[in-house]
C-alpha cells in the first residue's frame, strides 16, 4: 500500500500548466503512436497521456498504478513529436512522469525496481562493469554454453520470455574499442577538421567494430579524433527509465572531461546517446554552474550521417563496385529526437554500387526503445513483427539504421520471422567501400 503523503513534493517536478496546456488535442499523434495502434484506448496514446499528467499535476488524480503502467508502456519512439503541429515536447513530459512514479514507488515492486536500478548503474554505467559482464557474455558464447542452452531449451523452464530475451544477446566484440582507438587519431594527410569522439556503453563492449569503423572513416574525411580516456555514460538509459539524478551526474563528467578539449564537432554513431547528449542543454538549463557548458558541448554533438552529409568530406571510395540492394530503418531517436532524417539517406544514396529502396513506415520503431524489448517483450514483438513484415517487402539485401538497440533488434528480426536481411550500421557500409580499405 503506498503512503499518499509521500509523494506530494515529487509532483512539483511535473510540467506547469503552461507546458501541459501547448497540446491542443488535435489527435494528429494517434496514428503515429505504436501503443494507441495496439490498444486503441486514449490513455495509451500520447493524448491520453498528458491527461493523465495533467490531472495528476492539478492533484486531481492520486498517482496509481494503472499511471504508472501507462508512463512505462510508452516507447519514448518521439514519433508524436514529429507529427504534433503544436511543438509539444512529450518526451520530456512522459520521462518526467517516470521519474515521479519511479522514486514514489508505483508500477512495479522494489525488489524490481532496485534490480533494474542496480544493473543499469553497475552494469551498463559502469566502465568495468560492462565490461566485465560483457566478458561473461562472451564466454557463454565462445565456449559452447549459448548452443548448449539454446539446444536444449533449459530457459523454458523458467520463462518462455526468458528464451526469447536471451536471443537478443548480439555477439560480445573480441577486444573493446577503448583498447583499440588512441586517444588521439590522426588522419594520413592534412588535418581539414577537429572532432571528438564518444564511443558509448554498449557500442564499446558489444559493438566495437562499429566505433573501429567509425574512427577509420573520420580519420579519411580527414579528421582529428580526440577520443577521451576517462568520458562516461551519457547517461540515457538511465535518463529514459526514471534514474534521472543518476543521469545528470554522468552528464556533468562528460562536459568537464571534453571540456578539456579542443574540438569542433563531437561524434557519436548511437542515436539515443548523441540524442540525449543534444538534450544536455535542457536538462542542466536550470544548474547554474553546468547551464552554459552543457549548451556549448550540446552544440558541437552530431550523428556520424549528419557531419558526413554537413561537411561533404572527400572521400575516396572503390571506383567499381557489385550493386547492393540497401534500405534504411531511422532510428527513433536519430529521425524524432534529433530531427536528422534526409542526411543519411543522401550519404547512402551517394555510396558506389548501392541501390536504395526507401523502407515503408521507415520510421515506425522496431521495438527496442532502450530496453523496452527486455522488460517488455511482448509489446515490443509487436513492433517488429511489423518492422520485419515492411523490410522483407523492399527485397533488399542489407538494411542500415544508426542505432545499436535497433541493430540487435532487427537482427533478432531476421530469425524470429525468417527475413533473409544483413543487418549494418551505415559507417560499416561506408568503411566496406572504402579505396584505403582495400590494401
Wanted: charged fraction near 25%.
Amino acid at each position: 500500500m503506498h503512503n499518499q503523503t509521500q509523494y506530494k513534493d515529487l509532483l512539483k517536478v511535473l510540467p506547469h500548466d503552461d507546458i501541459l496546456q501547448q497540446c491542443i488535442h488535435c489527435g494528429l499523434c494517434l496514428a503515429v503512436c505504436p501503443t494507441y495502434d495496439i490498444t486503441k484506448i486514449e490513455r495509451s496514446s500520447p493524448r491520453g497521456r498528458i491527461a493523465m499528467i495533467k490531472s495528476v499535476a492539478r492533484s486531481e488524480t492520486e498517482l496509481s498504478d494503472r499511471f504508472a503502467e501507462e508512463m512505462n508502456f510508452c516507447l519514448d519512439c518521439l514519433a508524436c513529436e514529429t507529427a504534433c503541429p503544436a511543438g509539444v515536447q512529450y518526451g520530456r513530459m512522459v520521462e518526467t512522469a517516470r521519474v515521479v512514479v519511479d522514486e514514489a514507488g508505483f508500477g512495479t515492486s522494489k525488489i524490481k525496481r532496485a534490480v533494474k536500478r542496480f544493473s543499469l548503474r553497475r552494469f551498463v554505467a559502469s566502465k568495468n562493469g560492462l565490461k566485465f559482464i560483457s566478458r561473461l557474455l562472451r564466454f557463454y558464447q565462445k565456449a559452447g554454453l549459448q548452443k548448449f542452452v539454446r539446444a536444449t531449451g533449459i530457459l523454458k523452464i523458467f520463462s518462455k520470455n526468458l528464451t526469447e530475451i536471451e536471443a537478443l544477446s548480439p555477439a560480445i566484440s573480441e577486444k573493446f574499442s577503448d583498447k583499440q582507438i588512441k586517444e588521439i587519431e590522426l588522419p594520413e594527410g592534412e588535418v581539414k577538421y577537429k572532432t571528438a569522439f564518444h564511443f558509448g556503453c554498449l557500442m564499446n563492449t558489444m559493438f566495437a567494430d562499429i566505433n573501429i569503423d567509425t574512427i577509420d572513416v573520420l580519420k579519411e574525411c580527414g579528421c582529428k579524433i580526440i577520443t577521451p580516456k576517462d568520458q562516461v555514460c551519457c547517461g540515457s538509459l538511465m535518463g529514459h527509465n526514471g534514474d534521472l539524478d543518476f543521469a545528470l551526474k554522468l552528464a556533468r563528467k562528460n562536459i568537464d572531461v571534453f571540456e578539456k578539449h579542443e574540438y569542433d564537432y563531437l561524434i557519436s554513431n548511437s542515436a539515443g546517446c548523441g540524442a540525449f547528449m543534444k538534450d544536455y542543454a535542457y536538462l542542466l538549463e536550470d544548474d547554474p554552474l553546468y547551464a552554459d557548458k552543457a549548451k556549448r558541448f550540446a552544440a558541437k554533438v552530431k550523428d556520424i550521417t549528419e557531419f558526413i552529409f554537413e561537411q561533404k568530406p572527400e572521400i575516396k571510395f572503390i571506383s567499381e563496385q557489385t550493386p547492393e540492394s540497401v534500405t534504411y530503418h531511422d532510428a527513433c531517436h536519430l529521425v524524432h529526437a534529433q530531427k536528422v532524417y534526409s542526411q543519411p539517406r543522401e550519404v547512402i544514396k551517394s555510396l558506389p554500387g548501392v541501390k536504395y529502396t526507401e523502407l515503408e513506415e521507415a520510421s515506425w520503431c522496431c521495438g527496442s526503445a532502450g530496453i523496452y524489448n527486455v522488460v517488455r517483450y511482448e509489446d515490443s514483438l509487436i513492433q517488429l513483427k511489423r518492422k520485419m513484415n515492411n523490410i522483407k517487402n523492399t527485397n533488399a539485401k542489407v538494411v542500415l539504421t544508426g542505432n545499436p538497440g535497433c541493430m540487435g533488434q532487427i537482427k533478432h528480426g531476421t530469425k524470429k520471422f525468417n527475413v533473409d536481411v544483413e543487418v549494418l550500421h551505415p559507417v560499416t557500409l561506408i568503411k566496406k567501400l572504402l579505396k584505403n580499405n582495400q590494401k
